[in-house]
C-alpha cells in the first residue's frame, strides 16, 4: 500500500493486537505494540504526525485527543468512536479495512484555523501595503493544496522567506524545507546535488549519498534561481515532475518523489524560452501556481516595519540599540531600493556599525540615501561651495565630463524625453556683452521646470532625463528655489 511511517497500537486485547500485528507486518509497514507507559512519552516525541490504533488502553480517547491534536487515531472499539477526530472503528479486522484507514490516516492533517494562519504569515513576512495583502492572499489560498509554485521577481525581494511561509502553512509542514540555488552549483555537480548518487557512480563518490529530493522527502524543495539550470537538467527534472521518480546517480533503482516543489526565479522564463535557454513544457510544468513577489520600491510604506525587524535580527549580533528618526525613515521611502530587502537589510547592519546605540539622523545616512523634502529645500541655505559645485557642471568641457553627471546640455535626451529643442545656447554678442552666468541660470531653471512638469514631479526621473544625478539635481533646485511642483 505504499504506507509511510511507523504506526502505534494501544490495546491490551491480546488477540487483536496479535492480528494487527500480523496483518502490519504482511503489509510492511513498522509498527510498535503495546500499552507501556513509556509510549505516550514516545508519541509526544515524534516531529511528524503518527497514526495510532487505540483499543483498550489505560488512556481515555478524550485525553489522547486533547494531548495530541496533531496525530491521527483509529479506533478499533466503536463504542469510544463517539469522539471527535476518529478515523473509524473495526471490531472485525480485514486486510481492505486496515489499509483503507491507513490511507486516510496518512493523508489527514490537522486544520488550522484562519487566525493560526493569519498569525503565521504575519510573524513570516513582515508588510501590511496592498502589495504583501495580495500576497498573503494568494499564500493562504496555494499551501493547503499539493501544486508546484513559481515565485516571480527581483532579486533581494524574499522569494525563498515566500517559500518558507508556504511550507509551513502546508500539509507537509511537519516535514523538512530545502533549498537548493540551481545557480550556485556547476552544472556537472547538479544532478548528483538534486538526486544523489551511489558509490562509485563517478570519481570521488566513495560512498553513496542522498540528494535533495530524498532529503525533502515529507516536506518542501525549494528550486532557487531556477531560471539559472542548465537544458540538460531541465529535462531531467520535468521527468521527475511529470513521473514523480528519479533514479540516483549510477543507480537504477526507482525511487518516489514525496515532495513539494516550489521554484524561483528573478529573470523573464517566457523571454528565455523565446530565446530558448529554458524549457517550455517545464515552465508549464512549474507554473501552476505563480506568485510576483513585490519590489521593496512598490511597498514603501512597509519600510518602518522592516526597519523593526531588521533591527531586531541584527541586535544581538552586534550587541547595540539603534532606531531611525522620522526624517531618516522618510528619506528612505524616497529611494528606489534596486537591491530590495536585501539592500535595506544591509544598510542597516551598515548603520549598527557607524551609529551604534544611537537615533540614525538623515545625515547620518549614506549620500545616496539622503532625501530633502520640499520644506527642507526652503529653509536650507545654499553656500559657495554648493554653488561653485553645481556651476561647476556648466562650464566643463565636453571632454571632461563631470564626476557626478553627464553633459547637461544633451539635446538626444532633450529629444528622447518629448521636449522642444530650446534656442541656441549662444546667441551671437552684442556689442552691449551678456551677462554669461545670468543666461546660463535661466536655461537651467527653465530646463529643470520643463523635466519637473513632464515627469509630474518626481525628482529622479527629471534628473535621468536630465542626465544627471539626483543629488546635482536637488543641489540646483535648492539654489534657485524650486519645488517639485514647478
Not at 463517539?82 to 489527514?108: H, S, V
Not at 517566457?270 to 521593496?296: G, K, S
Not at 528622447?416 to 556689442?431: C, K
Not at 514631479?457 to 519645488?483: D, F, N, P
Request: net charge negative; aromatic share 6%; charged share 25%.
Amino acid at each position: 500500500m505504499g504506507f509511510n511511517g511507523c504506526v502505534l497500537i494501544m490495546d491490551h486485547n491480546q488477540e487483536r493486537r496479535s492480528r494487527l500485528e500480523a496483518i502490519l507486518s504482511f503489509m510492511q509497514v513498522t509498527w510498535r505494540s503495546g500499552n507501556r507507559a513509556d509510549d505516550l512519552a514516545w508519541l509526544q516525541s515524534q516531529p511528524q504526525n503518527m497514526t495510532v490504533l487505540v483499543g483498550e488502553a489505560d488512556v481515555s480517547l478524550s485525553s489522547l485527543l486533547e494531548t495530541f491534536p496533531h496525530h491521527a487515531f483509529i479506533c478499533l472499539n466503536k463504542t469510544d468512536c463517539r469522539a471527535d477526530n476518529l478515523l473509524g472503528a473495526l471490531t472485525e479486522l480485514t486486510y481492505g479495512e486496515l489499509t483503507a484507514l491507513l490511507t486516510q490516516a496518512q493523508q489527514w492533517q490537522p486544520v488550522r484555523s484562519s487566525s493560526e494562519q493569519d498569525a503565521g504569515l504575519q510573524q513570516l513576512l513582515i508588510g501590511d501595503s496592498a502589495p504583501m495583502q495580495e500576497v498573503k492572499k494568494l499564500i493562504r489560498q496555494v499551501a493547503g493544496k499539493p501544486a508546484n509554485v513559481l515565485l516571480l521577481g527581483e532579486s533581494g525581494t524574499g522569494k525563498e522567506v515566500i517559500a518558507r511561509a508556504i511550507h509551513l502553512l502546508s500539509l507537509q509542514a511537519e516535514g523538512p524545507f530545502v533549498p537548493i540555488n540551481c545557480g550556485a552549483i556547476p552544472a556537472e555537480l547538479l544532478e548528483s546535488e538534486l538526486f544523489g548518487h551511489e558509490k562509485g557512480a563517478f570519481t570521488g563518490a566513495v560512498a553513496a549519498r542522498k540528494g535533495r529530493f530524498e532529503l525533502a522527502e515529507g516536506g518542501t524543495l525549494f528550486l532557487d534561481e531556477i531560471g539559472d539550470m542548465p537544458l540538460p537538467m531541465q529535462v531531467k527534472l520535468l521527468r521527475v515532475l511529470q513521473e514523480r521518480t528519479f533514479e540516483r546517480v549510477g543507480g537504477t533503482r526507482p525511487i518516489k518523489a514525496k515532495v513539494r516543489v516550489i521554484a524561483a526565479t528573478h529573470r523573464d522564463l517566457e523571454q528565455m524560452i523565446y530565446e530558448q535557454r529554458f524549457r517550455e513544457d517545464l515552465y508549464y510544468r512549474l507554473n501552476v501556481f505563480p506568485i510576483e513577489t513585490p519590489a521593496l520600491r512598490q511597498r514603501q510604506d512597509d519600510i518602518p516595519l522592516l526597519l523593526n525587524e531588521l533591527i531586531g535580527r541584527h541586535r544581538l549580533t552586534h550587541g547595540a540599540e539603534l532606531s531611525f528618526s522620522a526624517d531618516a525613515i522618510a528619506s528612505l521611502q524616497a529611494w528606489h531600493w534596486p537591491g530590495n530587502v536585501r539592500e535595506l537589510s544591509n544598510l542597516v547592519e551598515r548603520m549598527f556599525i557607524l551609529c551604534p546605540n544611537q537615533v540614525v539622523q538623515q545625515k547620518d545616512l549614506p549620500a545616496k540615501y539622503r532625501f530633502l523634502s520640499d520644506e527642507q529645500l526652503a529653509v536650507q541655505p545654499f553656500d559657495e561651495l554648493d554653488e561653485r559645485d553645481a556651476l561647476s557642471s556648466i562650464f566643463q568641457s565636453a571632454d571632461e565630463p563631470a564626476e557626478d553627471e553627464a553633459d547637461f546640455f544633451d539635446f538626444q535626451a532633450i529629444d528622447d524625453m518629448g521636449l522642444e529643442e530650446p534656442e541656441p545656447l549662444a546667441p551671437s554678442l552684442s556689442a552691449e556683452g551678456v551677462n554669461l552666468k545670468e543666461m546660463l541660470a535661466n536655461i537651467e531653471m527653465d530646463m529643470i521646470g520643463q523635466a519637473l512638469e513632464v515627469n509630474e514631479g518626481i525628482v529622479a526621473r527629471a534628473a535621468e532625463h536630465l542626465g544627471m544625478r539626483r543629488t546635482t539635481l536637488v543641489e540646483k533646485m535648492k539654489k534657485y528655489g524650486i519645488s517639485r511642483e514647478y
